[in-house]
């Protein structure tokens, strides 16, 4: 089962907006350290955003200031609001996170979403 299902992903043009998000599985006890990354064809996957268990947040340089990293804790989900979104952040998006189903820890990632900017 995967642990962390990514949605909200799409084709959006230059300026525009996407929240993606990321809902962890039933089977998830605890969830530390959230993080969202991306992967841009023949490029190595790079942190986006990172929200830790206290609610301070860490963005890569390119994202400052137009993305935002959020969690509901109630709802096991974490969010990514992007804004003002450029060609250059097409990539296929995934989140992260250090898991624990009650049994035991592993860092868990999701299936992934594509987002795709572009006129």
């Known amino acids: 089962q995967v642990p962390l299902v990514e949605s909200g992903g799409g084709l959006v043009q230059p300026g525009g907006s996407l929240r993606l998000s990321c809902a962890a599985s039933?089977?998830?006890?605890?969830?530390?350290?959230p993080g969202w990354y991306r992967q841009a064809p023949g490029k190595p996957r790079e942190l986006v955003a990172l929200?830790?268990?206290?609610?301070?947040?860490n963005y890569a340089d390119s994202v400052k200031g137009r993305f935002t990293i959020s969690r509901d804790n109630a709802k096991n989900t974490v969010y990514l609001q992007m804004n003002s979104l450029k060609p250059e952040d097409t990539a296929a998006y995934y989140c992260?996170?250090?898991?624990?189903?009650?049994?035991?820890?592993?860092?868990?990632w999701g299936q992934g979403t594509q987002v795709t900017v572009s006129s």
């Open positions: 929200i830790t268990s206290r609610g301070t947040t």
């Open positions: 992260n996170g250090v898991l624990s189903d009650g049994s035991r820890w592993f860092n868990g």
């Open positions: 039933g089977s998830i006890f605890s969830w530390n350290d």
